[in-house]
Nanobody
């Protein structure tokens, strides 16, 4: 079973940028549609962005649509989330998720995803 390992989180000033990565050691990355979610204490896990198995289609949350880009490198079995112009309200634990799916479909609900990483903390603060 594929494992998901996130990295790239950290502390950044408002307006700053971060790139999160999610690698999938030991699995067939190209079998999965992928996504990023985030969660803050006491709240439901929130959709950020997703990408189809073949990487052709993407979808973004309204709150981050103009500030993030989700990409995947199937040759490196790695998912990325480039985040720009970060705001304090973007502070959260960010999770990578995977769903076994067809080539062009994408999924925005957490319940669609059967595999999750351990999360990486992103803190935006002055």
């Amino acid at each position: 079973q594929v494992q998901l390992v996130e990295s790239g989180g950290g502390s950044v000033l408002p307006g700053g940028s971060l790139t999160l990565s999610c690698v999938t050691p030991g699995g067939t990355f190209t079998d999965y549609a992928m996504a990023w979610f985030r969660q803050t204490p006491g709240k439901e896990r929130e959709f950020v962005a997703c990408i189809s198995r073949v990487g052709v289609t993407q979808q973004y949350s309204d709150s981050m649509r103009d500030r993030v880009a989700i990409t995947r490198d199937n040759a490196k079995s790695t998912l990325y989330l480039q985040m720009n112009n970060l705001r304090p309200e973007d502070t959260a634990v960010y999770y990578c998720a995977a769903h076994s799916a067809g080539g062009f479909a994408y999924y925005t609900e957490a319940y669609d995803y059967e595999l999750w990483g351990q999360g990486t903390q992103v803190t935006v603060s002055s």
